[in-house]
């Protein structure tokens, strides 16, 4: 009984508060329009419809959107992870002048606001002429993913036995062969935990996206922030958007959270 009070029931109602906006978000989003816009809450809709969904999927930018969302949040998840395992693999293996003064340097880098290099990086591709390429979103994005990504691998790497490679060595394989052939599949863990985390931050970032991008550039956030207008908000197209925007990352999470736990358990970083 005392399990039930102090366990189970505090985390049904965290649970439940947690999930509460999303459901009212999914109840809002299958209101016909008309129940949406009137002065008394209607908690339960009076017929369930889809049309709010088939007027944000044919009728608005949201597919559009929602590829380049895809599109950038995979490519910068793909650059983050290649370089931070091999600048990871450096700073857990090779101890040279400075190993830790530049890891942590590194680190610092991450917990900087992004506003701070927004101008800069503005100036730069309005320089290189690619403002309003999504792809500029991924050189901004890797400006504070692969920091993380290099903080959490070189902690991976180093939980892996160094005899491993030892062994590999003595038997006439390379720097290159060994990380492929012996480091890089024992990281997996670790990468799919810190590309999971790097794609859910690209998929959701909002400043850069609505700096960088164009009107046919735009990603998810841009494309349903420009639903909140001045005086009205078209909440059919504003809450269906939220649901659909929500379940590639839940998807996402479903499939790798045991990656997730050991990949982030694993990789702290030790002094």
Known sequence: MKKIFFI??????????????????????????????????????????FENYYNLLFESRFLASLFNSLKVSLATSVVSIFASMLAAYVFARYNFKGNKIILGSILLLYMFPSVLYLMPLYSVFNKLGILGNIYSLVIAYTTTTIPYGIWLLTGYIREIPLELEEAARIDGANTWRTFFMIVFPLIRPGMVAAGSFIFITSWNEYLYAVMFTTAKSTTLSVMLSSLVRE?????????SGGILAVLPVALLFFFMQKHLVSGLSAGSVKG
């Open 8 to 49: 189970y029931f505090p985390a049904l109602l965290i649970i439940s508060f947690i999930l509460l906006p999303y459901f009212w978000t999914l109840l809002t989003s299958v209101k016909p329009t008309s129940e949406m816009f009137v002065k008394e809450v209607i908690y339960w809709p009076s017929k369930f419809t």
């Open 231 to 239: 005086y009205t908000v078209s909440w059919d197209l504003l809450t």
